[in-house]
Every structure is written in structure tokens, then in C-alpha cells.
């Protein structure tokens, strides 16, 4: 995998915020830029991300599996992460993953066949008071998703 000028001028930018001896520690950011421009991280792009910063590639793959806001394949048009940790488990977040599920007709980490929406339980996603909740595109909070509050997002994501 050979990235191009530009991409390396944007990992070029974030090694620069560390010390010369410490570019691992864009580690995160290289990803993030990989993900912006290609909408997912795939294998090969984290061999090469790790050998432009002196690293193990497992290292890199550490990082992109331990957080779902990286894609390790294409995703839909809509991501949505359905968070089913305890807090949000006890207050429906599991019956909101089966919903959402169910409505798409899709498994848990799924993509319709349209590329619309991909669906995926998530870890906490820090809204517990709000349970259960969603998260769009890794931005948009969505809180109190009651199963009628769950259609209505869907409708409105098919339609924008
Ligand atoms: S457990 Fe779901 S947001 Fe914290």
C-alpha cells in the first residue's frame, strides 16, 4: 500500500506535535486520516501506517480494533452503534440492538445490502443517563432510543 503525497503530508503533520524519537505516538491520528480518505482502515493500510511510524503492525491493529470509531471494513452510508454496556443493557440496549437489527434486516455488525446503514453494538459510549443510545457516523449522539424513537431515526436518516 503506497500512500499518496497528500496523505503523507497530513501524517507528516501529526508526527510533528511529538518528539522527533516518539512519531508513535500518531498512532491514533494516521488511522483517523486513513479512515477520512478511504472510509475504512484495511489491513494493508495498517502494515504500511506502522512502518511509516516504526512500528509493529499488530500495534497499529491494537489500536484500530480496541476503538469502533475505525472502520476495519467498508461501512454504509450510516454507521450506527448501539451501545449494550451494563448501564445501557439494563434500560433496553440490547432490545434497541435488535430493533435496529431486526428493522434493517441485518446481524450485528452487519451492512444492508443497499450500503445505507451498517449496524454494531458498542461499548460505553459515556451517555449512560441517556440509555439506551446510539451513535451516528462516530458524531451524533442519540439519546433515549425507545423503539419508536428508533424508527423515527431510521426514517429520517433514509430520507436525508
Ligand atoms: S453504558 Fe451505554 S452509554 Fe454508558
Request: aromatic share 2%; proline share 1%.
Given at each position: 500500500m503506497n500512500f499518496t503525497d497528500a496523505t503523507l503530508a497530513r501524517f507528516a503533520k501529526e508526527v510533528a506535535k511529538y518528539p522527533a524519537d516518539q512519531k508513535q505516538s500518531a498512532v491514533m491520528a494516521c488511522p483517523a486520516i486513513v479512515q477520512q480518505e478511504q472510509g475504512h482502515v484495511s489491513a494493508d493500510s495498517e502494515k504500511a501506517v506502522a512502518e511509516y511510524l516504526g512500528m509493529p503492525p499488530i500495534a497499529v491493529h491494537e489500536v484500530t480494533t480496541f476503538y469502533n470509531m475505525y472502520n476495519q471494513q467498508p461501512v454504509g452510508r450510516f454507521k450506527l452503534n448501539v451501545c449494550t454496556n451494563l448501564p445501557c443493557q439494563?434500560?433496553?440496549?440490547?432490545?434497541?440492538?435488535?430493533?435496529?437489527?431486526?428493522?434493517?434486516?441485518?446481524?450485528?455488525?452487519?451492512?444492508?445490502?443497499?450500503?445505507?446503514?451498517?449496524?454494531?453494538?458498542?461499548?460505553?459510549?459515556?451517555?449512560?443517563?441517556?440509555?439506551?443510545?446510539?451513535?451516528?457516523?462516530?458524531?451524533?449522539?442519540?439519546?433515549?432510543?425507545?423503539?419508536?424513537?428508533?424508527?423515527?431515526?431510521?426514517?429520517?436518516?433514509?430520507?436525508?
Open positions: 439494563l434500560r433496553g440496549g440490547q432490545k434497541a440492538l435488535d430493533h435496529v437489527c431486526g428493522k434493517l434486516g441485518v446481524e450485528d455488525g452487519g451492512t444492508t445490502t443497499d450500503g445505507q446503514f451498517t449496524v454494531q453494538h458498542s461499548e460505553c459510549l459515556g451517555a449512560c443517563a441517556d440509555a439506551p443510545v446510539l451513535l451516528v457516523n462516530d458524531r451524533e449522539m442519540c439519546s433515549f432510543m425507545s423503539t419508536d424513537r428508533l424508527d423515527a431515526l431510521l426514517d429520517t436518516l433514509r430520507k436525508g
